[in-house]
């Protein structure tokens, strides 16, 4: 399944194999660039294997400092003033390197600190301070499509389509699934990184797949979904094989892939928390065009060939719920209603929406009562 341009990792092995000096450790650094969806990296020596994302700002040569980058070339600065800062804020072990060698996410800013303004973390983390008596937990259903280095979905005839939707769906079998040497590849590199995957399945459309998160508690949604977003991207790569988070990668009678955004708080998950399910929601409809600007990185463009009423989605103009119900904005699961308490799914955010904006929007809509 190997695509024209993979170099031969064999040769790549016996470099990695050689032994790598004790007082040196390589971590990459990854954000998030201009576009809202798009990942970039950089690599650094340290000296000391660094243990907290923040043990090292400043200057005085600890082991995880402030670094910068050229944002004119993603789309983040001008090129008269074109440094912006990368501020560690989570650790990860690197499945690529391995040993002791780490992958750091990191959030962007200006030479003053203040985050850029594709830097959506920052008020997430916030919100999720003010809201943290509340105890909300997240759960992401990240789906995704695997393409050719053509950018035709993966497996699919070059002239032609496959046959429709039915089989593929958690199938087996060569007929039915495409491409699960990446996916199971990307799962292992989750475990090993510490990324809190929880699970993982082919989607309805064949070449899709979808990957699951959680649950993680505040802030750390975004971040373990940011580096299981940029594992993919990486193993990926590896196979010569593109990854899409396109809501709509192909237009007709096919899914779209979305970001389904499992959440609860604390009452929620208590006995007869139901009422509070049921109140959540409630509030979730007075505020639905805020939550759908918020819930693709183009205010609700991408997100409007997707949520068309077809194709397991509800319209992007209704909201609606319902028990057991994937045509419905929220969903609340079959289990959660005959026990009287657990969690709602919300069905609108797409696949390559910012879990920030999402995680953010849900706790300042359901827990801190905002409106408008």
């Known amino acids: 399944m190997l695509g024209i341009n993979v170099t031969n990792k064999t040769s790549l092995m016996r470099y990695l194999a050689l032994p790598q000096p004790e007082d040196k450790v390589q971590c990459m650094y990854i954000w998030i660039d201009g576009s809202g969806e798009n990942l970039r990296a950089k690599t650094r020596t340290v000296e000391t294997v660094p243990k907290d994302p923040k043990s090292g700002i400043g200057r005085s040569g600890l082991n995880l400092p402030i670094w910068n980058f050229d944002g004119s070339s993603t789309g983040q600065a001008e090129g008269q003033n074109s440094d912006v800062m990368l501020h560690p804020v989570a650790l990860f072990s690197d499945p690529f390197r391995g040993g002791s060698n780490k992958l750091v996410l990191c959030e962007t800013c200006g030479h003053d600190g203040e985050p850029l303004p594709s830097n ?72 090993y990184a510490g990324v809190k995957i929880a699970g993982t399945n082919a989607e309805v459309m064949p070449a899709q797949w979808e990957f699951q998160v959680g649950p993680c508690e505040g802030i750390d949604m975004g971040d373990h979904l940011w580096l299981g977003r940029f594992l993919l991207h990486r193993v990926a790569e590896d196979f010569g094989v593109a990854v899409s988070f396109d809501p709509k990668p192909m237009p007709g009678d096919w899914n779209g892939a979305g970001a389904h955004t499992n959440f609860s708080t604390l009452q929620m998950r208590q006995p007869e928390g139901m009422k509070a399910i049921i109140e959540g929601i409630e509030r979730l409809g007075k505020r639905h065009a805020a939550h759908i600007r918020a819930y693709d990185p183009h205010g609700g463009a991408d997100n409007k060939r997707r949520l068309t009423g077809l194709h397991e989605t509800s319209s992007i103009d209704d909201f609606s719920y319902g028990v057991a119900h994937r045509g419905c904005s929220i969903r609340i699961p079959r289990q959660c209603s005959d026990d009287g308490c657990g969690y709602l799914e919300d069905r609108r955010p797409a696949s390559n929406c910012d879990p920030y904006c999402v995680t953010e929007m849900l706790v300042r809509t359901v827990c801190l009562n905002e409106s408008g």
């Not at 909300?136 to 050719?148: K, R, V």
């Open 120 to 191: 959506k973390r920052r008020t997430c983390q916030q919100v999720m301070e003010q809201a943290k008596e509340f105890k909300p937990w997240f759960g992401i259903e990240q789906e995704y499509t695997m393409l050719d280095t053509d950018g035709h979905p993966f497996g699919w005839p070059k002239n032609g389509f496959p046959g429709p939707q039915g089989p593929y769906y958690t199938g087996v079998g060569a007929r039915n699934v495409y491409g699960r040497d990446v996916v199971e590849s990307h799962y292992r590199a989750c475990m």
